[in-house]
């Protein structure tokens, strides 16, 4: 299936500049959070049902992943899908979807949680950079696992079959860690504190459901979490509304700064992006914020953005994940602007292409740039090499001027709920070939 997705591109006619794109998007349900609620699955007796699921990619595999373990994933309607565990239970993850999605990490937790045991390949996902598991590891050897290298993969098995609760220190801040051994923290024996947490709002909004159905956990958000171990209520009729993508508001958030007269973003939640709207704010562009509901509105032809340095950080601080997009903006804004990535390496490896679109960036390192604005985008052929990246080529074939073909457009579908359709509404002439 991936193979013929592959194929697919998108060819875009660019607006050469002018704001044109009007009108309002919907924002669809969170990626980063609908995939580790999925794997919380594992740990609840009489399953749920969740609503808003972005009907992406990732999701797909996701259901597939947790269907081949012995979970029943049926789709009720579109966006709708309820999980159950079923008798039988196998401990092996699918080595060909956890190799290409590293979200798969995410089922070790509840797995080991609740199974004592679990085998996966080490998983693979975006071009990104190295993206290790020794946080995983250790993490799990602390709740008195044993990790044995097997089959170019990991086995990784508990004598009793309980994991036991631990004081865990990650060394660095990890998104998909602290989601992981806070799942596995709830069906552990015991205490689990967990220190240096990342604090990305998935993480909270993910605890807060366990919270909600009988978990003990203290701190989500936080630096430190810390959670009881001993299980979820036997609710019947468990219901779980995703919450809406963060990373899609910025992304449309920084497309209409750029191309659009007038754009209400709906089905948002700004306050998770406050760091992006007061950048693109202290740039020059008017934005105003309600509940949720963002408005991007270009007034004034004349207006010009200021360029800004931005350096990517675990949340509250500005998101790798915006990182791409963000750098499309800054070709557009005048004077010099620097980009850091700090999370990961490699991902700025995309911006060559930036530069072949017509963008005069430097690179000073593989984690920093440098960007001089505005300059005029030309149409190119691209190839998405990544979730956001793609993403971004889209922003930049938007703006530029003439047409551009962008490959790989299943990068794209991992992490975007129709896409092409959210865009031909407000005016940008897209389409899928
Ligand atoms: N890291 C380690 N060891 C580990 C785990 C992580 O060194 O055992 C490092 C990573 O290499 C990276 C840093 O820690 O340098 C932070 O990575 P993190 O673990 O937070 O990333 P992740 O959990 O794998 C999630 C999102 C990513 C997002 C990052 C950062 C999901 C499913 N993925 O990844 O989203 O970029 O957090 O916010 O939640 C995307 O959606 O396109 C995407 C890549």
Redesign the pocket.
């Known amino acids: 299936m991936e193979e013929t997705i592959k194929k697919e591109k998108f060819v875009i006619k660019g607006l050469s500049g002018k704001k044109t794109l009007n009108g309002s998007v919907k924002i669809s349900g969170a990626?980063?959070v609908v995939?580790p609620i999925m794997a919380s699955s594992i740990l609840f007796e009489d399953g749920f049902t969740a609503t808003n699921v972005p009907e992406i990619e990732d999701v797909k595999r996701m259901g597939e992943l947790l269907e081949q373990i012995g979970i029943g994933v049926e789709q009720r309607n579109k966006n709708i899908y309820s999980f159950k565990i079923g008798k039988k239970f196998n401990t092996e993850l699918n080595r060909d979807i956890s190799k290409k999605m590293?979200?798969s990490i995410?089922l070790t937790g509840p797995m080991l949680s609740r199974f004592g045991e679990v085998y996966f390949p080490h998983p693979g996902?975006?071009v990104?950079?190295?993206?290790?598991?020794?946080?995983?590891v250790n993490g799990f050897k602390k709740m008195g696992a044993e990790v044995r290298d097997e089959n170019d993969g990991y086995k990784i098995f508990t004598q009793k079959g309980k994991l036991n609760g631990a004081e865990i220190f990650f060394n660095?801040?990890?998104?998909?860690?602290t989601e992981t051994f806070l799942m596995a923290g709830v069906l552990a024996k015991g205490k689990t504190i967990l220190k240096n947490c990342?604090m990305?709002p998935?993480i909270t909004n993910l605890a807060d459901f366990l919270v909600t159905h009988g978990a003990k956990i203290k701190g989500a958000g936080t630096s430190t979490i810390e959670i009881i171990g001993g299980g979820l209520l036997k609710d019947k009729k468990i219901e779980y509304v995703t919450m809406p993508d963060r990373?899609e508001t910025g992304s449309f958030l920084i497309l209409g700064a750029l191309s659009a007269k007038k754009l209400i973003i709906e089905k948002c939640n700004p306050d998770d992006l406050e760091v992006v709207i007061n950048i693109l704010k202290e740039s020059g562009v008017r934005i105003t914020t309600s509940k949720n509901e963002i408005i991007v509105e270009n007034n004034n032809p004349k207006q010009i953005f200021n360029g800004v340095n931005i350096k990517t950080h675990?949340y509250p601080g500005f998101?790798?994940?915006l990182q791409a997009p963000m750098t499309i903006f800054l070709t557009q804004a005048q004077g010099e602007s620097t980009m850091f990535e700090t999370?990961?390496e490699g991902r700025l490896n995309y911006t060559e292409n930036l530069v072949r679109m017509g963008a005069e960036i430097l690179v000073w390192n593989p984690y920093k740039i440098e960007i001089k604005g505005p300059r005029k985008l030309k149409g190119k052929k691209l190839e998405s090499p990544?979730?956001?990246a793609g993403l971004a080529f889209i922003i930049a074939s938007i703006i530029a001027k003439g047409e551009s073909e962008i490959d790989n457009v299943y990068y794209i579908d991992r992490?975007y709920e129709n896409i092409e359709e959210k865009l031909s509404k407000i005016g940008v002439n897209i389409k899928r070939i």
């Open positions: 990626k980063n995939l590293r979200a995410l996902g975006c990104i950079g190295k993206r290790p598991i020794d946080l995983f660095l801040q990890s998104h998909t860690a990342a990305e998935e990373i675990e998101p790798t994940d999370i990961f990544d979730i956001r992490g």
